[in-house]
């Protein structure tokens, strides 16, 4: 039974069960119907209680649900038949109430949460809008303001502030048995009767043209591109200006309009995959997972610093340890003000300031590292330095203690070889900021153990990283295919092609900023040592040779000031820079290049297709164990646009045949050196199927 019913003193109490997240599946929505018009016909019963078992309230729609033709009960018409009882129903809260859940919610009369509830409207998320009357409702209930904030962010609001709102009547401790005060508040309301949202007034006259537009330029920057955000201000324009069922009719229409975009198919694929990552094959509940207390980290510097930053915002004590007494107190200084700036935007208090840098001891001597259950080094990226790291931790390290290298690029099964335990082993690769970045590669290597690998996963939720598993390879999942990628960004500018409309195309796209201004961020001197450690027989040296120039000129990006760009005003704006073109010019005229600027779909296309045929190579060889781990990859380290559902979505959006036959096509004219399509791709295409069917096929 989806939905039961039973009737305590006079209350019908309708409780969901749908686990994991009672989700409001076609037999959930039936149950609610039925269950109130048992409620309405009931002499029995005064009054009602909505409520579910399990770890939560009804956490939304059943997002599997969409895409396939709906079914009848629709949950805009269950939530008016629960709005149009005549005895007052009362939502009982815990966990959360997200989504159609909360637009249940709000179809009630009247709602009640544990103080550790939280509400919300994260259909943003979705690439969708609240479908179920939440446009409509919400604004009624918590205000126009709080209400567009809900929608647009998607946030989880504590039952606290949802009072505070007005969107909750009342708030109960944490450990209050839920239904009994409940049936006891829906048995206090019976004498005032029912509250319909509905029927609140809203009034229009200080929300007028010029609040929206306030509204819009406030988002413009974080909603970049994205399709839902503008639909969603419209339904609450509509809510500030029309009757509720004109509303409710707009909201209607503006909801299918989402929901055929391709962004609302493309962040629904990207909620499930990052729920995917963690299924990981030698990995399962019962594999037994290290108790990680206590972190080692080698290097204060901002890889190192940023990893304790994070490992102490989960509450994990850390002992970090650098070569001289001056970079440990530099990394500290650092650290500290890091958490000071937070303080001061009042997102944490002092006393948290010091709580966390109490869970920092510095250290100058590998003894210290002894006690350490995981020990992260964040050396010099040399293999000969990372040797002669994991002998001296090997020697130190206590038995069942966890050894991780941060390499971006250097083989994980040479570095574990140097330990009398490579089964400890493994890669955790962090992107920097450490402490902002989302993504965790966590490479697994020949001999990494299971246990390791389950323990990095759990960590990596516990730190609040999103954990993709990786094979052993140059440059793992992200950076091998971000090698593809930046190599066409930087012919696209030998070519012909302007640095700044090279970004442009790509910023256009979405992402963040183009590879141009990127490599300034990062530093033109790291790949360029990168491509002499390398040789030049492995990579494209015409593409380069001018960023080569450059860093021999000096300008190794913003941190000396000049690169591909300068940066005169505030040292991150980049301007064009008219030695950079001089250089080109040079360049060219040495390879007879002769220019012709590529236009910016032809930018985007072929960094896009170089990312897809890397990305297809990296599946095909199994490093990334399926096409939508490589997409949680791209989104959260490399700011690739989510809307877009990551390159491999992408690929299938587009179809692999028209992938593989420009893929081909590229060939023909730039020679099959850097465009041999992927064995994967072609295997793909030849069997009609898509990534997101190898996937499937192989879970
Ligand atoms: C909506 O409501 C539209 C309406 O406005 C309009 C309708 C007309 N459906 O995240 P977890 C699965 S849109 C189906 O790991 P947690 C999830 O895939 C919806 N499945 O747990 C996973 O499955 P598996 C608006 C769902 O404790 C399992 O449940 N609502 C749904 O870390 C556990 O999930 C949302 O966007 C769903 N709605 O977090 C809320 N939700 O085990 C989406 C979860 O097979 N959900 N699953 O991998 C969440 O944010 C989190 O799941 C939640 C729990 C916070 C609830």
Known sequence: MSVSYGVTDRVAVLTVNNPPVNALSLAVR????????????????????IMATGRTFMAGADIREFGKPPVAPHLPEVIDTIEALEKPVVAAIHGTALGGGLEVALGCHYRIALESAKIGLPEVKLGILPGAGGTQRLPRVGGVDNALQAMLTGRHIPASTAATWGAVDKVLSADADLQAEAVAFAKDRISDGVRRTRDMVLDGAEYGAAFFEGVRASIAKQSRGYFAPERIIRCVEAAVSLPFDDGMARERELFAECQANPQARALQHLFFAERQVARVPGVTKETPRRDIRLVGILGAGTMGGGIALAMANAGIAVTLLDTGQDALDRGLGVMRGNWERTAKKGRMTMDDVDRRMGLITPTLSYDDLADCDLIIEAVFEKMDIKREVFARLDAVAKPGAILATNTSYLDVNDI????ARPDDVLGLHFFSPANVMRLLEIVRAEKTAD???ATALDLAKRIGKIGVVSGVCHGFIGNRMLGPYGREAMLAVIGGTEPQAVDKALFDFGMPMGPNAMSDMAGLDVGYFNRQSVGR?????SAYDWVDRLVEMGRKG?????????YPQDGRTPEPDPVVADVLDAEREKLRIVAKPWSAEQVVERCMLALINEGAKILGEGIALRASDIDVVYINGYGFPPYRGGPMHYADAMGLPAVLSRIKALAVENGPRWWMPAPLLERLVDEGKSFA???????
């Open 451 to 453: 246990s390791v690998l």
């Open 537 to 541: 027989e492995n990579y494209e040296t």
């Open 416 to 419: 574990a070889a140097m330990t």
């Open 30 to 49: 039936q149950g609610l119907s039925d269950g109130a018009a048992r409620a309405a016909a009931d002499d029995a019963v005064d009054a009602v209680v």
């Open 558 to 566: 913003q941190k000396t000031g000049e690169g591909i760009y300068k």
């Open 693 to 699: 069917d190898f996937d499937r096929e192989n879970a």
